[in-house]
């Protein structure tokens, strides 16, 4: 079983910085995907940012050039800086480790979540 333990949400201003980081426990997955998701209430999950073992990285268009992913394989760690926070990034974010070949999220592990809440 592996663990995620996510760090670094709070309250920001608009147009504020956050840094969210993930530690997972072990790296069950020789290669794999660790990425963050976020959830608004009455709102699905969605992808914010996921970057493989390997280098590969995928953005959801809403942060592109907003929020940068990156990632210590050594310490099994995903980081993910915030900048130019929107009042519509407004979400828990949920830290996920798959394997690399899976297709869904949903097939890997999950953080607790850590709320981040944009707002002047």
């Known amino acids: 079983q592996v663990q995620l333990v996510e760090s670094g949400g709070g309250l920001v201003q608009p147009g504020g910085s956050l840094r969210l980081s993930c530690a997972a426990s072990?790296?069950?997955?020789?290669?794999?995907?660790m990425g963050w998701y976020r959830q608004a209430p009455g709102k699905q999950r969605e992808l914010v940012a996921t970057?493989?073992?390997?280098?590969?990285?995928n953005y959801a268009d809403s942060v592109k050039g907003r929020f940068t992913i990156s990632r210590d394989n050594a310490k099994n760690t995903v980081y993910l800086e915030m900048n130019n926070l929107k009042p519509e990034d407004t979400a828990i974010y949920f830290c996920?480790?798959?394997?690399?070949?899976?297709?869904?999220?949903?097939?890997?592990?999950w953080g607790q979540g850590t709320q981040v809440t944009v707002s002047s």
């Open positions: 996920n480790l798959r394997a690399i070949f899976a297709v869904s999220p949903w097939s890997g592990y």
């Open positions: 072990s790296s069950i997955f020789s290669t794999n995907i």
């Open positions: 970057m493989s073992s390997g280098g590969g990285l």
